[in-house]
Antibody, heavy 117, light 108 residues
Framework: QVQLQESGPGLVKPSETLSLTCTVS????????WSWIRQPPGKGLEWIGY???????NYNPSLKSRVTISVDTSKNQFSLRLTSVTAADTAVYFC???????????WGQGTMVTVSS | EIVLTQSPGTLSLSPGERATLSCRAS???????LAWYQQKPGQAPRLLIY???SRATGIPDRFSGSGSGTDFTLTISRLEPEDFAVYYC?????????FGQGTKVEIK
Protein backbone atom coordinates (compact mmCIF):
# COMPACT_ATOMS: atom_id res chain seq x y z
CA GLN A 1 0.00 0.00 0.00
CA VAL A 2 1.44 3.33 -1.08
CA GLN A 3 2.18 5.80 1.71
CA LEU A 4 3.36 9.39 1.51
CA GLN A 5 5.28 11.37 4.11
CA GLU A 6 6.05 15.08 4.01
CA SER A 7 9.19 16.52 5.59
CA GLY A 8 10.71 19.97 5.93
CA PRO A 9 10.89 23.03 8.16
CA GLY A 10 7.78 24.02 10.07
CA LEU A 11 8.79 27.68 10.24
CA VAL A 12 9.93 29.89 7.38
CA LYS A 13 10.75 33.59 7.49
CA PRO A 14 8.92 36.06 5.22
CA SER A 15 10.57 36.55 1.81
CA GLU A 16 12.47 33.27 2.14
CA THR A 17 11.90 29.95 0.35
CA LEU A 18 9.68 27.16 1.61
CA SER A 19 11.07 23.71 0.78
CA LEU A 20 9.29 20.41 1.41
CA THR A 21 9.97 16.84 0.38
CA CYS A 22 7.54 13.97 0.02
CA THR A 23 8.82 10.40 0.34
CA VAL A 24 6.84 7.69 -1.40
CA SER A 25 6.93 4.22 0.17
CA UNK A 26 5.19 0.97 -0.71
CA UNK A 27 5.26 1.69 -4.42
CA UNK A 28 7.25 3.27 -7.21
CA UNK A 29 7.13 6.94 -8.05
CA UNK A 30 7.72 5.99 -11.67
CA UNK A 31 4.06 6.21 -12.61
CA UNK A 32 1.14 8.48 -11.71
CA UNK A 33 1.22 12.22 -11.16
CA TRP A 34 2.40 13.55 -7.80
CA SER A 35 0.74 16.62 -6.33
CA TRP A 36 1.09 19.29 -3.71
CA ILE A 37 -2.07 20.72 -2.13
CA ARG A 38 -2.32 23.18 0.75
CA GLN A 39 -4.88 24.24 3.31
CA PRO A 40 -4.61 27.49 5.32
CA PRO A 41 -5.78 27.16 8.92
CA GLY A 42 -9.56 26.89 9.08
CA LYS A 43 -9.93 27.25 5.31
CA GLY A 44 -10.38 25.13 2.20
CA LEU A 45 -8.03 23.26 -0.10
CA GLU A 46 -5.85 24.78 -2.82
CA TRP A 47 -4.15 22.77 -5.54
CA ILE A 48 -0.54 23.92 -6.00
CA GLY A 49 0.53 21.68 -8.86
CA TYR A 50 1.78 18.25 -9.88
CA UNK A 51 4.70 16.51 -11.51
CA UNK A 52 4.89 13.34 -13.58
CA UNK A 53 7.85 11.05 -12.93
CA UNK A 54 9.26 12.06 -16.32
CA UNK A 55 9.53 15.63 -15.03
CA UNK A 56 6.46 17.13 -16.71
CA UNK A 57 4.88 19.72 -14.45
CA ASN A 58 1.63 21.65 -14.22
CA TYR A 59 1.19 24.52 -11.76
CA ASN A 60 -1.67 26.62 -10.48
CA PRO A 61 -1.38 29.97 -12.33
CA SER A 62 -1.96 31.81 -9.05
CA LEU A 63 1.37 30.43 -7.75
CA LYS A 64 3.23 29.61 -10.95
CA SER A 65 5.78 32.43 -10.71
CA ARG A 66 6.94 31.21 -7.27
CA VAL A 67 6.56 27.41 -7.45
CA THR A 68 8.89 24.63 -8.53
CA ILE A 69 8.05 20.94 -8.15
CA SER A 70 10.81 18.43 -8.84
CA VAL A 71 11.20 14.65 -8.69
CA ASP A 72 14.04 12.34 -7.70
CA THR A 73 13.13 8.86 -8.92
CA SER A 74 16.28 7.31 -7.42
CA LYS A 75 15.08 8.31 -3.95
CA ASN A 76 11.35 7.85 -4.65
CA GLN A 77 10.80 11.46 -3.63
CA PHE A 78 9.32 14.63 -5.01
CA SER A 79 9.75 18.15 -3.70
CA LEU A 80 8.13 21.57 -3.49
CA ARG A 81 9.87 24.95 -3.51
CA LEU A 82 7.87 28.11 -2.96
CA THR A 83 9.82 31.35 -3.10
CA SER A 84 9.20 34.79 -1.58
CA VAL A 85 6.77 33.50 1.01
CA THR A 86 4.43 35.71 3.02
CA ALA A 87 2.03 35.07 5.88
CA ALA A 88 -0.58 34.12 3.28
CA ASP A 89 1.47 30.99 2.54
CA THR A 90 0.96 29.70 6.09
CA ALA A 91 -0.87 26.41 5.67
CA VAL A 92 -0.87 22.66 6.06
CA TYR A 93 0.90 21.30 3.00
CA PHE A 94 -0.16 17.89 1.72
CA CYS A 95 1.65 15.75 -0.81
CA UNK A 96 -0.57 13.37 -2.71
CA UNK A 97 -0.84 10.90 -5.56
CA UNK A 98 -2.97 11.95 -8.52
CA UNK A 99 -4.46 8.85 -10.08
CA UNK A 100 -5.51 10.69 -13.24
CA UNK A 101 -9.09 9.64 -13.83
CA UNK A 102 -9.34 8.66 -10.17
CA UNK A 103 -8.19 12.09 -8.98
CA UNK A 104 -6.19 12.39 -5.76
CA UNK A 105 -6.47 8.97 -4.18
CA UNK A 106 -3.58 8.84 -1.70
CA TRP A 107 -2.61 11.65 0.67
CA GLY A 108 0.23 12.28 3.06
CA GLN A 109 -0.68 13.27 6.60
CA GLY A 110 0.21 16.90 5.93
CA THR A 111 2.78 19.20 7.47
CA MET A 112 2.09 22.62 8.97
CA VAL A 113 4.28 25.42 7.68
CA THR A 114 4.14 28.80 9.38
CA VAL A 115 5.57 31.92 7.77
CA SER A 116 6.72 34.28 10.49
CA SER A 117 9.77 36.22 11.52
CA GLU B 1 -10.60 28.58 -13.78
CA ILE B 2 -13.70 26.64 -12.78
CA VAL B 3 -15.28 27.88 -9.55
CA LEU B 4 -17.11 25.26 -7.48
CA THR B 5 -19.85 26.41 -5.10
CA GLN B 6 -21.01 23.97 -2.45
CA SER B 7 -24.30 24.18 -0.59
CA PRO B 8 -25.35 24.29 2.09
CA GLY B 9 -22.41 25.57 4.10
CA THR B 10 -23.52 23.54 7.10
CA LEU B 11 -25.94 20.62 7.31
CA SER B 12 -27.32 19.71 10.75
CA LEU B 13 -28.67 16.17 10.82
CA SER B 14 -29.11 13.22 13.14
CA PRO B 15 -27.54 9.77 12.77
CA GLY B 16 -29.66 7.62 10.48
CA GLU B 17 -30.85 10.57 8.40
CA ARG B 18 -30.11 11.15 4.73
CA ALA B 19 -27.62 13.85 3.72
CA THR B 20 -27.70 15.56 0.34
CA LEU B 21 -24.77 17.83 -0.55
CA SER B 22 -24.62 19.98 -3.67
CA CYS B 23 -21.70 21.16 -5.79
CA ARG B 24 -22.29 23.57 -8.67
CA ALA B 25 -19.60 24.46 -11.21
CA SER B 26 -19.20 27.80 -12.99
CA UNK B 27 -18.74 25.91 -16.27
CA UNK B 28 -19.13 22.35 -17.43
CA UNK B 29 -16.77 19.84 -15.82
CA UNK B 30 -14.85 17.86 -18.44
CA UNK B 31 -15.55 14.12 -18.66
CA UNK B 32 -17.41 14.40 -15.32
CA UNK B 33 -14.04 14.61 -13.63
CA LEU B 34 -15.63 15.53 -10.31
CA ALA B 35 -14.51 14.06 -6.98
CA TRP B 36 -15.77 14.19 -3.41
CA TYR B 37 -13.58 14.08 -0.30
CA GLN B 38 -14.27 13.72 3.41
CA GLN B 39 -12.05 15.50 5.91
CA LYS B 40 -12.05 15.15 9.68
CA PRO B 41 -10.21 17.55 12.02
CA GLY B 42 -6.45 17.11 11.95
CA GLN B 43 -6.59 14.59 9.12
CA ALA B 44 -5.91 14.59 5.41
CA PRO B 45 -8.91 14.44 3.07
CA ARG B 46 -10.10 10.98 2.05
CA LEU B 47 -11.30 10.27 -1.48
CA LEU B 48 -14.91 9.07 -1.50
CA ILE B 49 -16.12 9.47 -5.08
CA TYR B 50 -14.34 10.04 -8.41
CA UNK B 51 -15.67 10.45 -11.92
CA UNK B 52 -18.82 11.95 -10.36
CA UNK B 53 -20.28 8.56 -9.38
CA SER B 54 -17.59 5.90 -8.84
CA ARG B 55 -16.86 4.94 -5.24
CA ALA B 56 -13.21 4.81 -4.26
CA THR B 57 -11.73 1.63 -2.83
CA GLY B 58 -13.16 0.71 0.58
CA ILE B 59 -15.89 3.37 0.61
CA PRO B 60 -19.22 2.10 1.99
CA ASP B 61 -22.16 1.97 -0.40
CA ARG B 62 -24.13 4.46 1.72
CA PHE B 63 -22.04 7.09 -0.12
CA SER B 64 -23.15 7.81 -3.68
CA GLY B 65 -22.42 10.51 -6.21
CA SER B 66 -24.41 11.74 -9.16
CA GLY B 67 -24.62 14.55 -11.67
CA SER B 68 -22.96 15.85 -14.80
CA GLY B 69 -22.16 19.10 -16.54
CA THR B 70 -22.36 21.76 -13.86
CA ASP B 71 -24.49 20.16 -11.13
CA PHE B 72 -23.30 17.36 -8.87
CA THR B 73 -24.60 15.74 -5.70
CA LEU B 74 -23.14 13.62 -2.92
CA THR B 75 -25.70 11.57 -1.01
CA ILE B 76 -25.13 9.74 2.25
CA SER B 77 -28.11 7.44 2.56
CA ARG B 78 -28.02 6.91 6.33
CA LEU B 79 -25.60 8.91 8.42
CA GLU B 80 -23.32 6.95 10.71
CA PRO B 81 -21.57 8.69 13.66
CA GLU B 82 -18.25 8.60 11.78
CA ASP B 83 -19.73 10.49 8.80
CA PHE B 84 -19.91 13.83 10.60
CA ALA B 85 -17.13 15.78 8.92
CA VAL B 86 -16.42 18.37 6.22
CA TYR B 87 -16.96 17.35 2.59
CA TYR B 88 -15.25 18.93 -0.40
CA CYS B 89 -15.92 18.59 -4.10
CA UNK B 90 -13.09 18.95 -6.60
CA UNK B 91 -12.95 19.21 -10.37
CA UNK B 92 -9.88 17.75 -12.03
CA UNK B 93 -10.88 17.89 -15.67
CA UNK B 94 -9.54 21.39 -16.30
CA UNK B 95 -6.39 23.08 -15.11
CA UNK B 96 -6.07 24.41 -12.52
CA UNK B 97 -7.80 21.77 -10.43
CA UNK B 98 -10.16 23.50 -8.03
CA PHE B 99 -12.04 22.67 -4.85
CA GLY B 100 -15.33 23.84 -3.43
CA GLN B 101 -15.33 25.69 -0.13
CA GLY B 102 -16.73 22.68 1.75
CA THR B 103 -19.93 21.56 3.46
CA LYS B 104 -19.82 20.72 7.15
CA VAL B 105 -22.13 17.90 8.21
CA GLU B 106 -22.72 18.28 11.93
CA ILE B 107 -24.73 16.39 14.50
CA LYS B 108 -28.10 17.96 15.20
Amino acid sequence: QVQLQESGPGLVKPSETLSLTCTVSGGSISSYYWSWIRQPPGKGLEWIGYIYYSGYTNYNPSLKSRVTISVDTSKNQFSLRLTSVTAADTAVYFCARDGGGKSVDVWGQGTMVTVSS
Amino acid sequence: EIVLTQSPGTLSLSPGERATLSCRASQSVSISYLAWYQQKPGQAPRLLIYGASSRATGIPDRFSGSGSGTDFTLTISRLEPEDFAVYYCQQYGSSPQTFGQGTKVEIK
